[in-house]
């Protein structure tokens, strides 16, 4: 697991890879060191909305891992390596860690009794 904390200076639109799978790219300003740094990263699956309320050139931090593949050419048979870097979690700075479900976000108002009869 790794962290990185930029601003958010694009957000790209959801793309619907396959049947099966749709990504989203977005991209992180880095002004730590003397040269700031964009980098990009790919959120996949239920994860694509995890950016929706962000804004633009706002302070984000953002957790991922480091994903690599190896593929082949059919033509030519030449083989590539391919690194991703791949968000799990996108978090406004100064936003605390809340994961509520899409489908429990209705419930997350509710009191709850927490007295046990026992």
């Known amino acids: 697991m790794f962290t990185l904390k930029g601003k958010l200076i694009v957000k790209g639109e959801e793309q619907q890879i396959s ?3 749709k990504k989203r790219e977005f ?12 980098i990009s990263f790919q959120l996949t699956q239920d994860k ?3 950016i ?5 050139n706002e302070e984000v931090t953002v957790y991922f891992n480091v994903r690599g ?3 082949t050419s059919p033509k030519d048979g030449q083989t590539k390596y391919f690194n991703t870097l791949e968000a799990w979690k996108v978090l406004k700075d100064g936003q605390e860690q809340i994961n509520i479900p899409k489908a429990s976000k209705a419930m997350a108002n509710v009191e709850v ?6």
């Open 19 to 21: 049947e099966k799978f």
């Open 27 to 38: 991209i992180i300003q880095d002004n730590d060191d003397q040269y700031p740094q964009v």
């Open 48 to 50: 694509c909305s995890l």
């Open 52 to 56: 929706d309320t962000l804004v633009l």
């Open 69 to 71: 593949r190896e593929w």
């Open 113 to 118: 009794d927490d007295d046990l009869p026992f």
